[in-house]
Nanobody, 122 residues
Framework: EVQLVESGGGLVQAGGSLRLSCAASGVTFDDYVIVWFRQAPGKEREGVSCRTTSGLTKDYATLKGRFAISTDDATNTVYLQMNSLIPEVTAVYYC????????????????WGQGTQVTVSS
């Protein structure tokens, strides 16, 4: 059974940083990609960044340069480092997984975490 648990969200002032965590169980990063999505109130879900099975990153965010993915293989955790935050990135952030390849189409992901709220104040 695949389980994804996000943590690390919170309230931060504009210009600050946060690191989100996605602790994954029941997956191996050689076979499963891990993607970060976000959804702001009243807006559609948006892809942020995806870790491929090769350990590379596909960056979907419109606000490029503010997000970076890293991985801790020892704990099966994928991180999303968020820097120079602005209020426009306020949203609930989700990690999700699927086999093989990254896509920005959220409907193709088979497993989702519960989400973590990120709020950036001006």
């Amino acid at each position: 059974e695949v389980q994804l648990v996000e943590s690390g969200g919170g309230l931060v002032q504009a210009g600050g940083s946060l690191r989100l965590s996605c602790a994954a169980s029941g997956v191996t990063f050689d076979d499963y990609v891990i993607v970060w999505f976000r959804q702001a109130p009243g807006k559609e879900r948006e892809g942020v960044s995806c870790r491929t099975t090769s350990g590379l990153t596909k960056d979907y965010a419109t606000l490029k340069g503010r997000f970076a993915i890293s991985t801790d293989d020892a704990t099966n955790t994928v991180y999303l480092q968020m820097n120079s935050l602005i209020p426009e990135v306020t949203a609930v952030y989700y990690c999700a997984s699927k086999r093989y390849s990254c896509t920005v189409n959220g409907r193709l992901y088979t497993d989702w975490g519960q989400g973590t709220q990120v709020t950036v104040s001006s």
